[in-house]
């Protein structure tokens, strides 16, 4: 046996052990607030609360105070808060191993956010006090204390008239990003600039402050966030490995740069169920697991985990959109096999045709959210025809769909 081919063999038993030891042992998986049973809940409440009593949320409140000019506007954005989350996450998993952040899919409540279940006394909790400072009086953070960055109740004051907020964006937008985003850091903005400032801007309190992890509100919502990137991360192999975009400093982006304050590089957060990112999402197929059940989903109607079932009379088929539409937001519903993954809502079904209209008339046109006002802006460092640019195109997506006669089955 010539050198090289021990070395190639050594090299080769290393590597596979390299790999190996990246691989997770136990994979939590991600489930939507609203899916988890109330064992489940009672659980993360109790766990969650340990943890506020044990002042984590301090400490990650303000691991986020001081990295936040540098991980917002960025590429950075989505791998730093899939990072934090799951630290917070990995901790909770010090008090009970089975303990995961559930994500609150956000999007769907986007017409009357005020109004979700999640927000009832039995999951986080409705709007601040104004009588009371703004305090929260229910949900199970009531009376919380906090002492980062200085003594205070957990704030929210919501941005709507009478204890409602704003509109949010609808999952068809959510939908259109995955399908549409040119690459990384245009998916990112897509992400960063709508729904993810929305949700923030609806609580205010804490959650438009630079402490917003003192909310239980940020993990949740910062973990529908990385649901998303990594719905889109699984809908097409490219996507998996795409990092591009600018950093705050002007350099370019790159997979080897090393997010701060853990030290760890951002390749090292960018695919789940290895290193220390074992988790999954309850309604995510990898994509390398897709080739396999492929055939089985491109023979019937797609509605992979999703709310609504095929009969349901508020089932509403993209597929009555004009192909030109149809090309301009949802460019997948044109492939061959579709991707569950390239969807945040009921996928069309197959063969492609028209779903008829049924004769309920409470389906409204969809609200269009605002601009974000100018101190969010500001206060993230955001560049104003940016947001212009990325916002305007998401409000002209609803409009354009609510003047096609479009109706969206979560309205
Ligand atoms: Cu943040």
Redesign the pocket.
Known sequence: MKVYHILFIVALFVFSIVSEEQKCENVVVRKNILDISSDEWENIKRVVNLMYQDGWFDKFAKI?VDA?KN??GCPV?LP??RL?TRKFEMVGQTYDKNFFIPYWDSAKDFAKPESSKVLNEQYLGGNGNKENGSCVENGFQASWKLSYPSEHCLKRVFNGENNSMKPWFPPETITSFIQTSKNFDDFRQNIELTIHGVVHLGFGGEMTSFH?PNDFV?MVH?SNIDRIWTKWQNANTTNSVMYDGTNKNSEKAMLSDIMEYFNVSVQSVFTLGQGDMCYSYDDIIPINKLNTVEKSLNTRPIFYKSRLSENSTEYRNLNILSKSLRNKYFPALEYESLNPNSFDMPAPTFPKQMNSFDKRNSYKEMPIPEFPPLPWINMHGYKVNEVERVVGRARSLISELNSNNYRSPYY
């Open positions: 986020h936040f991980v917002h954005f730093f808060h934090i917003s940020f910062h």
